[in-house]
């Protein structure tokens, strides 16, 4: 039903006002300087519910306070000048008595007025005295405010836009009070004499605010539905399609059934055109003026998904869906920012961690759809709202609602998949408007035991640590510009394979730190210091047999490409805070990712290697000469100095135990074959040249590299690389070696 309630709708203007007559009276108001413009406007939530129905607002004597502050000075016998209606010679009495034939003093102010509780008279002290038993303007309202739980702020901004300024006016008289809310003043008849006086309409208008929400269903204005609002009772005027995002919202449309069209909210203290309609902008504007922003942050969420073939989707308000519907395109993940916690769940790996925060729940670029998904409210949000959602699924439809927790959607079968999502936050003690039959089929569950996965968890500015996710999930942010600042990463291996998780953080100010392992933190916290890089490794022979890919979001990039196994993720020199991290181990053989550019370094910084080797050279005539690493030239070119022997004295490999192997062929001896680290590959004191070499790596991670060497030979110069145990040299030439390169090259 529709309940029609209204009078004083349409006009009223802040700075003209219509009173019984049809004549026109101008009144001062002060305006905050911070004035809200028409482009604030939200035809869909002209107010948050926990503001409208909060009762705790205002005491009795925060109002008569607020009260005794717009009317320092009440005139009540009328000997002020009215010179505000235009008589500057006459007195407000004279005029009301001989001009406009209204009725004489006493006038009382709403700060001074009393009146008994009584629904059945009016007794006041416009009579001239005090009743016994009567109680004061501002008892009336916060007293209706507490049985109602209606806000008092609510209640006194309606008295307001609907009295015609009477919170403003120095000399009202009694007839402004008996429809002081407009209630039972429909647009179309004479105000019903029944609900007259300012107590019966504090208290009816209350109770029907009230009942708006305790009854959403009933009334012509829905919540959290799509409904037509026109402009204006002319509905020649137009009228657009509003998705009412709170009860209160959909209140005020049903108290006063028209929004404001442009014209009025682009003269937002004034009159716009013909079509004009002015209670709900009047409300909006004068809380806004009086008491703040009409809307609260921590209830609205936003949301959205990523959909197959199709990306993420753009971002959906609560009260919106997400996703698509009648295109058959599966949702692979999604986020949520807001006071709320989830998890999604996908026939391959069942249920996910629960996530928060905006971090994404699913997985992207796997083709692996969610079936079913968990969401539930959080910290102050859950305090005072249910988080209701439902599923739209391939080969079913809509399915029910559900609420704070509760699982949605098809577990246990592949062909039915989540397609769309619609969430809506309803206040406490009030249930969604919609089916909550067959929100979840439990065909069968899947439980995933995985040989090797991961456990990372990162400590995020302005948030501390995240929930923990595992390997195929994103941890960190994305969109929120919050810089990753320590990561734990924590492996758990149920294979037959011995290893580790390492990992390392390049930071602000600081570089590269150490490698940690199995849930150590790398990065640091409580410095607000950003990590900008990471890398990532196995070892053992865990290394030997899987691989671990990892890329950042950067800021200001976004995603960077794959990268694995100790390589470096994320930016170097760029001042750049990594956001994001994401993780997947997979089996050695088996698909690869995609590699491309892992890694923003615009100064071209040294990238540090997965291992570190030095070794010496013996030349003739000189001796041992150390130091030299990995890709650098050991022994000399153009001297005609033979190298005679080489020492591998330090060589290292993040991913565990490694060696060098080394054969040689000397002139007048032959080959020397495979002598083992820590041995002298050649000859020393005999002046002996190396003439031929080979090398090859031995170790549990091996597997891991190939070895490339290269030879400058007297007489011939600088020979191409080769590898792996390959032969360069040239034996029975009597043409020594006089230099040479090794270096290593992760597979």
Not at 197 to 217: D, K, P, V
Not at 239 to 263: D, F, H, M
Not at 420 to 431: C, T
Not at 710 to 724: E, R
Request: hydrophobic share 30%.
């Amino acid at each position: 039903m529709f309940l029609a309630i209204k009078k004083h709708s349409i006009f009223y203007a802040r700075i003209t006002i219509i009173l019984i007559s049809s004549l026109l009276l101008t009144c001062s108001i002060n305006y905050k300087a911070d004035a809200i413009t028409g482009s604030e406007w939200k035809a869909n939530s002209i107010i948050s519910d926990s503001l409208f129905y909060d009762n705790t607002t205002m005491s009795v004597n925060d109002i008569q306070y607020f009260l005794n502050t717009k009317v320092p000075t009440c005139d009540t016998q009328g000997t002020q000048s009215a010179a505000d209606v235009g008589y500057p010679k006459l007195t407000h009495a004279q005029y009301a008595t001989q001009i406009a034939g209204w009725s004489g003093p006493p006038y009382v102010c709403l700060k001074d007025y009393m009146q008994v509780p009584d629904s059945s008279q009016i007794i006041s002290n416009f009579q001239g005295s005090t009743p016994k038993g009567s109680i004061s303007a501002a008892a009336i309202i916060k007293n209706t405010a507490d049985t109602y739980n209606i806000s008092p702020k609510a209640l006194l901004v309606t008295l307001q836009k609907e009295s015609l300024n009477l919170i403003y006016d120095s000399w009202p008289m009694l007839s402004q009070y008996k429809s002081a809310m407009g209630y039972g003043c429909p647009d179309t008849a004479p105000c019903d004499a029944q609900y007259a006086g300012f107590y019966n309409q504090i208290n009816n208008a209350a109770y029907q605010f009230n009942l708006y929400r305790n009854n959403a269903t009933a009334y012509r204005y829905k919540p959290f539905q799509t409904n037509n609002i026109y402009y204006n009772p002319n509905f020649s005027c137009g009228s657009t399609s509003v998705n009412i995002q709170t009860y209160a919202t959909a209140g005020l449309y049903n108290y006063t059934p028209y929004q404001p069209n442009q014209s009025t909210l682009d003269n937002l203290y004034g009159t716009g055109d013909s079509c004009g309609a002015y209670g709900n902008r009047n409300f909006w504007r004068t809380y806004n003026d009086w008491f703040g922003s009409t809307q609260t942050n921590e209830i609205f969420i936003n949301y959205k998904s990523h959909v197959s073939s199709l990306g993420w989707t753009g971002t959906t308000v609560n009260g919106g869906a997400t996703g698509t519907t009648g295109q058959s395109k599966s949702m692979e993940a999604f986020k949520i920012n807001g006071l709320v916690e989830y998890s999604s769940y996908n026939n391959v790996t069942g249920w996910q961690p629960t996530v928060n925060g905006g971090m994404t729940s699913g997985t992207t670029g796997m083709s692996r759809p969610i079936q079913a998904i968990k969401i539930n409210p959080i910290s102050t949000l859950a305090d005072r709202y249910d988080i209701y959602y439902r599923v739209h699924v391939s080969t079913v439809g809509w399915m029910g609602w559900t609420k704070n927790g509760q699982i949605s959607g098809v577990t246990g079968d592949n062909t039915k998949n989540i397609e769309s999502i619609e969430i809506q936050l309803v206040a406490k003690g009030f249930g969604i408007i919609g089916s909550t039959d067959n929100a979840y089929q439990n065909i069968d569950t899947t439980t995933y035991s995985p040989t090797v996965s991961l456990n990372i968890t990162s400590h995020v500015g302005s948030v501390g640590w995240q929930p923990t996710v595992t390997d195929t999930m994103v941890s960190g942010t994305t969109e929120q510009t919050k810089r990753i600042e320590a990561v734990k990463i924590a492996l758990t291996n149920n294979s037959d394979k011995t290893g580790d998780i390492i990992y390392a953080g390049y930071l602000s100010d600081i570089g590269w730190q150490d490698f940690k392992s199995n849930d150590e933190i790398a990065g640091t916290t409580g410095q607000s210091r950003r990590m900008e890089a990471i890398r990532i490794a196995l070892t053992g022979e865990l290394s030997d047999n899987y691989d671990i890919w990892y890329r950042g979001h950067v800021q200001n990039i976004g995603w960077l490409g794959w990268v694995k196994n100790g390589d470096v993720a994320g930016s170097m020199g760029a001042s750049r805070q990594l956001e994001a991290i994401e993780t997947r181990i997979v089996a050695k053989g088996s698909s690869a990712l995609k590699v491309s550019t892992s890694l923003y370094n615009p100064l071209n910084l040294s990238v540090p290697e997965s291992y570190s080797l030095n070794y010496s050279t013996h030349l003739s005539n000189i001796g041992w000469v150390g130091g030299v690493k990995q890709n650098e030239i050991g022994g000399t070119t153009g001297q005609s100095r033979p190298i005679e022997a080489l020492k591998f004295d330090n060589f290292n490999s993040i991913f565990g135990n490694i060696s060098i192997n080394c054969s040689v062929y000397v002139t007048d001896t032959g080959w020397l074959n495979n002598i083992t680290p820590g041995n002298t590959c050649g000859t020393t004191g005999q002046s002996k040249p190396i003439e031929a070499v080979k090398l090859n790596l031995t170790g549990e991670t091996s597997t891991l590299y190939d070895i490339y060497y290269k030879v400058h030979i007297s007489h011939i110069g600088w020979q191409d690389w080769v590898k792996n145990d390959k032969q360069t040299g040239t034996p029975l030439s009597n043409n020594a070696i006089e230099a040479i390169v090794i270096k290593l090259v992760q597979k």
